[in-house]
């Protein structure tokens, strides 16, 4: 088990920038892979973007390709998702999670994480 705190979320307006950090105590971080998802009011959560164990293949699903970049540091126990052009759409609450599984497959199903952070609102103004 390992517990898990976002950070970074916030008001822009639509064409800018914010990082979103995940950090992690509690477990060994590198046994995980992390995932973000986001979840806006009246939806379901949505899958975001996924990072391999050792940082080396990162996953994003088709609505953020090309303008969020997810990375980690697991000497910082952190990862972080760079989110670039952002659109109103991208507005809501944002989770990041911890999950166990090794294949990659199973990376944009929320019920294949074991552990979730508390999330971090971001608003996209137009």
């Known amino acids: 088990q390992v517990q898990l705190e976002e950070s970074g979320g916030g008001l822009v307006q639509a064409g800018g920038s914010l990082r979103l950090s995940c950090t992690a105590s509690g477990g060994t971080f590198s046994n995980y892979v992390i995932g973000w998802f986001r979840q806006a009011p009246k939806n379901e959560r949505e899958f975001v973007s996924a990072?391999?164990?050792?940082?080396?293949?990162?996953y994003y699903s088709e609505s953020v390709q090309g303008r969020f970049t997810i990375s980690r540091d697991n000497a910082k126990n952190t990862v972080y998702l760079q989110m670039r052009d952002l659109k109103p759409e991208d507005t809501a609450v944002y989770y990041c999670a911890a999950g166990g599984f090794w294949s990659m497959s199973y990376s944009r199903r929320p019920t294949r994480y074991d552990d979730w952070g508390q999330g971090t609102q971001v608003t996209v103004s137009s």
């Open positions: 990072i391999t164990r050792e940082g080396r293949y990162p």
